[in-house]
């Protein structure tokens, strides 16, 4: 197997995500608002008690390889990303790498991520640079050996890492699922090393204590009208009088609810349009 083509299109890639954009127009930060929502960056950077601040994390994420706790995303210079550059920001987003050079986790969904587009990124970061700063320290990981050996993430990325941000996405419902929403980090199935068996893309997945994310395919979602799942998304409530779980429920409040109706109607257009996956489906 010839090695050489495929070395050289990722170091292509890697100097297209990571050139620093050193002449850039002020971010939108109005717009950033919707694009946050619409990333359900709240629903994993924002503790879920009664007394969490918006967005200076400390949520817990259990998962089979470990704890993971969510950072303070806030602009405070010392506990939050206040000392970051919007370069900084966007080689984050595109290439799981953080300012200090050391790679993220693939629990930070930068997979996904990775494909949004320059314009949306500035007006993400204008956005979170308007929140207030909040001082709350960010804690230790706590995850099982060899996971927590973080060095062994570089030759992660070369196995499962592809960058989406050079494949240009026209299909907004593609978008907004596959990118900004990255629902397959959920509703897809993971390997025994965390990355998303692709073949199996929103067939459904495996979550934390024994719960799951049900396929998206269209046939496990045939019964549902358009408009069901308009409302559902909107909402929560199902059309046997049902409601979400608990977990969607979070990212129905925090996400979905907050989309256009234009763009759900294209989220949903999507979904429908999906090939289908041999999967088991969970219960919303």
């Known amino acids: 197997m010839n090695l050489f083509p495929r070395l050289y299109k990722k170091i292509i890639v890697l100097l297209c995500c990571t050139f620093p954009l050193f002449v850039h127009a002020a971010g939108n930060a109005a717009h950033g608002q919707y694009l946050v ?7 994993c950077h924002t503790n879920n008690t009664v007394d969490a601040r918006p967005f200076a994390g400390g ?19 010392q506990t939050g990303i206040g000392s970051w550059t919007e370069a900084n920001f966007l080689r984050a987003l595109r290439t799981g790498v953080r300012p200090d050079g050391q790679h993220y986790y693939p629990a930070f969904p930068y997979p996904s991520y990775s494909g949004i587009t ?21 804690q230790t990981h706590e995850l099982q050996f060899p996971y927590n050996q973080r060095w062994l ?6 196995l499962y890492f592809s960058s989406r941000f050079s494949t240009t996405i026209t299909n907004r419902g593609a978008y907004l699922v596959d990118v900004l929403g990255h629902c397959g980090e959920c509703h897809t199935q993971r390997n025994s090393l965390g990355a998303v068996i692709r073949e199996r893309h ?29 409302q559902f ?5 199902k059309p046997d009088g049902d409601v979400a779980n608990t977990t969607m429920d979070e990212v129905i409040r925090t996400t979905t609810s ?21 999967s088991e489906s969970g219960n919303q």
Do not use: M
């Open 37 to 43: 929502a619409a990333a359900g960056c709240a629903g």
């Open 59 to 77: 949520r817990i994420l259990q998962t089979p390889f470990g704890v993971f706790h969510v950072p303070n995303i806030t602009p405070h210079k």
């Open 118 to 138: 320059d314009s949306d990124l500035s007006d993400i970061w204008a956005y979170l640079q308007s929140l207030p700063a909040i001082n709350q320290v960010n």
């Open 153 to 158: 993430l570089g030759p992660w990325q070369w």
């Open 202 to 230: 929103l067939g459904g997945g495996s979550l934390a204590e024994d719960k799951s994310a049900p396929s998206l395919a269209p046939g496990d979602l045939q019964q549902w009208t358009d408009e069901e799942l308009k």
């Open 233 to 237: 998304l909107k909402t929560g409530d």
């Open 258 to 278: 907050q989309l256009t109706s234009a763009d759900l109607e294209a989220v949903i257009a999507y979904i429908r349009s999906l090939p289908p996956v041999d």
